[in-house]
């Protein structure tokens, strides 16, 4: 199995930037990919950014150019550097494993980003 442990989030004011990490423990020779969800009140969870275990990445319309996604491999760790960040982009922000042959699915605990406009 995967466990993955977030954290970074916070209250920041539109047009700042927060940093997420997402630490990945277990199996991990097995994750097929890796990506930061996102869900607002009232909202379904959606995705955010990707990067598969080949290192491409993708991004949702709404973020792209502002958030970028890379990962540390030495640390096992993926990050989401969110910039020119905007109160829609207010939701809680999960991480998220593809893993195994069957493409199980991991998912951290979950980490509040609040931007205040």
């Known amino acids: 199995q995967v466990q993955l442990v977030e954290s970074g989030g916070g209250l920041v004011q539109a047009g700042g930037s927060l940093r997420l990490s997402c630490a990945a423990s277990g199996s991990i020779f097995s994750i097929n990919a890796m990506g930061w969800y996102r869900q607002a009140p009232g909202k379904q969870r959606e995705l955010v950014a990707g990067i598969t275990s080949g290192g491409t990445t993708n991004y949702a319309v709404s973020v792209k150019g502002r958030f970028t996604i890379s990962r540390d491999n030495a640390k096992n760790t993926v990050y989401l550097q969110m910039n020119s960040l905007k109160p829609e982009d207010t939701a809680v922000y999960y991480c998220?494993?593809?893993?195994?042959?069957?493409?199980?699915?991991?998912w951290g605990q979950g980490t509040q980003v609040t931007v205040s406009s």
């Open positions: 998220n494993a593809d893993w195994g042959q069957m493409g199980y699915d991991s």
